[in-house]
């Protein structure tokens, strides 16, 4: 059974990076069936997705965060982290990680249980 | 990019009820890569249906899909207890990925 866990700060200041990692159990990264995805949910809103990686570290990212968003990787580990520069109130969201299926199956099958990121001085 | 609307945004049923959820995109979805996800509070979303109208695994028989190019269609049959919850569509025939706003199936 795939797991995902999700760490870093719950609280981040404004202008700063937000940094977060995921964790995957149970399969490995590197298995090359799945890409790797991003996705947040502010308070009492809809889901928007950040973005995506491969194991071999090719990136897709939404263009609306673009300029902002470094998905990276760490198959010796098995975790992806995600890093949102230059964050302000409007990226106060939960942020979850997602495995992310290939071809005709390129759906978010497994998720983490989302960690609350706050950002506020 | 594909924008997704979704309709009603509540719905107010009562238990053993049918639901009937819509999801319109601005474009054709193509292949029928449009996926539906249920999302209790607190919870993170769970894969319900895929390829428009495929369950994922381990999900009852009551919850259907149809629907191809622009307009697909999320019916659960008979409302269980546990069924209460926010709905959310998401197109993966194009990039970026995007989820439609949601319906809100409460209790009547």
């Known amino acids: 059974q795939v797991q995902l866990q999700e760490s870093g700060p719950g609280l981040v200041k404004p202008s700063q990076t937000l940094s977060l990692t995921c964790t995957v159990s149970?399969?490995?990264?590197?298995?090359?069936?799945?890409?790797w995805s991003w996705i947040r949910q502010p308070p009492g809103k809809g889901l928007e997705w950040i973005g995506y990686?491969?194991?071999?570290?090719?990136?897709y990212y939404n263009p609306s965060l673009k300029s902002r968003v470094t998905i990276s990787v760490d198959t010796s580990k098995n975790q992806f982290s995600l890093k949102l520069s230059s964050v302000t109130a409007a990226d106060t969201a939960v942020y979850y990680c997602a495995r992310e299926g290939y071809g005709d199956y390129q759906v978010f099958d497994y998720w983490g249980q989302g960690t609350l990121v706050t950002v506020s001085s | 990019e594909i924008v997704l609307t979704q309709s009603p945004g509540t719905l107010s049923l009562s238990p053993g009820e049918r639901a009937t959820l819509s999801c319109r995109a601005s474009q054709s979805v193509s292949s029928s890569y449009l996926a539906w996800y249920q999302q209790k509070p607190g919870q993170a979303p769970r894969l319900l249906i895929y390829g428009a109208s495929s369950r994922a695994t381990g999900i009852p028989d009551r919850f259907s899909g149809s629907g191809s190019g622009t307009d697909f269609t999320l019916t659960i049959s008979r409302l269980e207890p546990e069924d209460f919850a926010v709905y959310y569509c998401?197109?993966?025939?194009?990039?970026?990925?995007?989820f439609g706003p949601g319906t809100k199936v409460d209790i009547k």
């Open positions: 998401q197109q993966y025939g194009s990039s970026p990925r995007f």
């Open positions: 990686i491969y194991y071999s570290g090719s990136t």
């Open positions: 149970g399969g490995s990264i590197s298995s090359g069936d799945y890409y």
